[in-house]
C-alpha cells in the first residue's frame, strides 16, 4: 500500500510539472506575411505587445475557439486562428515562428 501511495505521488508531480511548461499553443511573436518588421506577440495573461516599426503598444486579447479578438488604444479588431497563423479582418497572414 504504501509503495503504491509513494508511485502516485511520485506520478502526479511528474504529470505537474509536465503540464505546467504547456502553456496554450498560440502564445508567441506573430510576423505580418508582407514586412516582418511588423508582428504582435501574445503572452500569458492575455497580455498583446504589437510591435509596428518603430512604434511599440501594449493591449489584450482574448481567444475563444479558434476566434482572437485584440484591443489596442481602446480600439477592438479579430482575427482567426489556424495553428501557427492569425489571419487578420484584411485577410493579412501573421505567421508564428518558433
Same mark, same amino acid.
Given at each position: %500500500? ?8 511520485? $506520478?502526479?508531480? %511528474?504529470?505537474? *510539472? ?9 502564445? /508567441? +511573436?506573430?510576423?505580418? !506575411?508582407?514586412? !516582418?518588421? =511588423? &508582428?504582435?506577440? $501574445? +503572452?500569458? #495573461?492575455? *497580455?498583446? @505587445?504589437? =510591435? %509596428? ?5 501594449? /493591449?489584450? &486579447? !482574448? *481567444? #475563444? /475557439? #479558434?476566434?482572437?479578438? @485584440?484591443?489596442?488604444?481602446? %480600439?477592438?479588431?479579430?482575427? +482567426?486562428?489556424?495553428? =501557427? @497563423? @492569425?489571419? #487578420?479582418? =484584411? /485577410? ?5 515562428? +518558433?
Amino acid at each position: %500500500m504504501r509503495l503504491r501511495t509513494i508511485a502516485l505521488i511520485i $506520478l502526479i508531480s %511528474m504529470l505537474a *510539472v509536465v503540464f505546467a511548461g504547456c502553456g496554450p499553443k498560440y502564445l /508567441g +511573436k506573430y510576423y505580418n !506575411e508582407y514586412n !516582418e518588421s =511588423n &508582428y504582435f506577440e $501574445l +503572452k500569458n #495573461d492575455n *497580455v498583446l @505587445i504589437a =510591435n %509596428m516599426g518603430e512604434t511599440v503598444l501594449e /493591449g489584450t &486579447y !482574448e *481567444v #475563444d /475557439g #479558434d476566434n482572437i479578438t @485584440i484591443t489596442l488604444m481602446g %480600439m477592438q479588431s479579430w482575427g +482567426k486562428i489556424y495553428g =501557427n @497563423i @492569425i489571419v #487578420d479582418p =484584411n /485577410g493579412d497572414f501573421w505567421r508564428k515562428k +518558433k
